[in-house]
Every structure is written in C-alpha cells, then in structure tokens.
C-alpha cells in the first residue's frame, strides 16, 4: 500500500523546488485507475488514499479538486467514500472558499458535500441551492459550538484534529429526576425515527404519543438497570437544554464519528439532521426551512446519562408540543 511517507520521499518537484501537483494529481489518477481494474472501487479507494490526503490539502484548488472530477476516465476519480484520516472531499473543502471551487468540474454528491462543509465553516452560500439543507447556517446551529470545532483540522502529516461532543457533556446541571412510572406505547412508521436511528450506527430511535421525559424512559429505565427492555420508573441523572445545546452532537453523531472507525465528515451529520428535524415536522419531509425552524423553537429536549457511559455516547428527546409526539435517540460505542 502507498504511505504518506512514500509520496513524501520521491515525490515530483516542479522548477521553483516546490511539489509538482500537476505530476502528483496524474500519479494518483493512474494508480488509482489500475487498482479499480484489479479489485474494484474499496481497493482503488484504499491503495491512494495518502496521495489524495496530499493532494487535496496542499494543490491549489483547480488541481485539488480535478481528484473529483468524473471526466478522469473509469476508477480514476475520488468519490465521497474516498477517506484516509477524513473523507478528502472535507480536506478539499477546509482549504479552500467556495468562490475557488464552485465553477469546478466537482461530481454531484461530493459537490453537495463540500457545499455543506463550507457552510459550517462560516461562508454564506446564499444563492446556491444545495440538497436536504439551506445554504446558510441558521442561528440554532451556530449557537452551541465555535467555528473551529465544526469541522475537522487536517495537517500534512495526516494527524487531524476532531472536537467531540458527546451528550451530556458531563453531569454539570443535571438532577436526579423521577422517571415516569408507565411509558406510552411507542408509535411506529414515522420516518423521523428511521432518520434519527441512522445518525449511525452505534444509536436507536424510537418514538411515542407523550412528553420527552416519556420517550427517554423508553432507554433510559433499561439502562439504569443494565437489562434492555427492564421495568419502567426509577431516576436518572438528566434534564433539560436548549435544541442549540444538542445540535452539535446531532451533528457529530450523523458524521458516522464513534470509537472506532473515521468521521464520515460533518457536512453529511448536517445534511442528515436536517433531514432527520424536515420529517419531525413534516412526515413526507416536504417542509421549508422556515417550518423546521418552527420546529426548533418549540421543541423541547431532554438530556440524561447512563451507568455504562465512557467517551462516546447520545441520550437525547425530543419533544415536539404541537404534535404530541416525541422521539428518543440513544447509544454509545466503546473504546
């Protein structure tokens, strides 16, 4: 497999002794078309994935994101799968504005990903029409976090820096509280669960006709005994926040982030809480953004901790008054 280290050693250098990105964007298109020919798009992906991580964070824009572009001929091109310490879609899009990149031949669904990714960042693409999320940050989903922690840090070395957030962050204004002593039946086939399950994989979702402390007894009640499926009441350590405070760990969550394995990138936890909140407030998901923020404003989000909890971990309802439903989202992965 072809390291960091390799590319670093022998890579080509153009007049000025600076790396020839020209020569290194032509290596990694040709090396990565010959290993799709061998095994297909996981080998091809795997074989050059420190060259791209090169390329995408040093080239300047045109050359960086020429890894992207489809015209490259069969298995030649980056796609949004494609990740060495991140997905180099994000690397491309941390480097540069998107006044650099939108007149770039950048295929569809990374095109959509850097988009997103410039918008956590700050940018203000208003104008453009970009899937599942608005081209702006809305005022909920800057509140809770810096601009700096949105999205990953990449360094040459491939070391990246990923702020955490797990939910709750620590026990700090929390309280002991009454769990109820029946939980409602849980409500199924509203597509806001199924959304909210697959934030990734290491979380559940389920949803009832009640208040939020309701549908977190639904998790909560098992994990304070250890036995999923234990007997409702009880207490637990939890309480309520604002849906600004949870927005960054919905986020992080729907990157795919978790104990093992790479983040999948924070432009795609966005586009999949948006997409998540669009179907609480609408179950076809057919709703404006004026109507999700409808939603925020109303809602009412419960937090609580679990006996098993380490580094990676959710516990998060969401009540929404005006239906009379509320949904619970839970998990945690294991270092």
Request: charged share 20%.
């Amino acid at each position: 497999m072809i390291t960091s280290g390799t590319y670093e050693q022998r890579r080509p250098v153009d007049s000025s002794g600076g790396p020839d990105w020209s020569a290194l964007l032509a290596d990694y298109r040709r090396t990565r078309a010959e290993a799709f020919a061998r095994g297909g798009e996981r080998v091809a992906a795997e074989q050059v994935a420190a060259l791209g991580h090169m390329v995408a964070l040093g080239a300047p824009a045109p050359i960086a994101a020429a890894l992207f572009d489809p015209a490259a001929g069969p298995g030649a091109a980056a796609g949004e799968q494609d990740n060495w310490v991140g997905p180099l879609w994000e690397v491309l899009a941390v480097r540069h504005l998107w006044r650099e990149l939108a007149a770039l031949p950048i295929a569809g669904p990374v095109r959509t990903l850097v988009a997103h990714t410039r918008v956590l960042l700050g940018e203000d693409l208003a104008g453009e029409r970009l899937a599942a999320a608005p081209p702006v940050l809305h005022p909920w989903e800057q509140a809770g976090w810096e601009v700096g922690d949105r999205v990953t840090e990449y360094r040459a070395g491939g070391a990246a820096a990923t702020p955490h957030f797990p939910l709750p962050e620590s026990r700090e204004g929390l309280t002991p509280v009454a769990l109820p002593p029946a939980v409602p039946p849980t409500v199924a086939g509203w597509p806001a669960t199924a959304a909210l399950g697959g934030l990734c994989e290491w979380v559940s979702a389920r949803c009832v006709r009640g208040t939020a402390a309701e549908a977190a007894a639904l998790f909560a009640a098992a994990e304070s005994v250890g036995e999923p499926g234990g007997p409702p009441g009880g207490s637990v350590t939890g309480g309520y926040l604002p849906f600004a405070a949870a927005y960054p760990a919905l986020v992080r969550a729907g990157s795919g982030a978790g104990a093992y394995g790479r983040s999948g990138g924070a432009a795609r936890g966005r586009v999949r809480v948006w997409r998540a909140l669009a179907a609480m407030a609408d179950p076809s998901g057919e709703c404006s953004p004026a109507e999700v923020d409808a939603l925020v404003a109303r809602m009412r989000c419960y937090t609580w901790c679990a006996p098993a909890d380490e580094v990676w971990y959710l516990h998060l309802a969401l009540e929404d008054p005006a239906t009379g439903l509320a949904w619970a989202v839970s998990g945690s992965d294991y270092d």
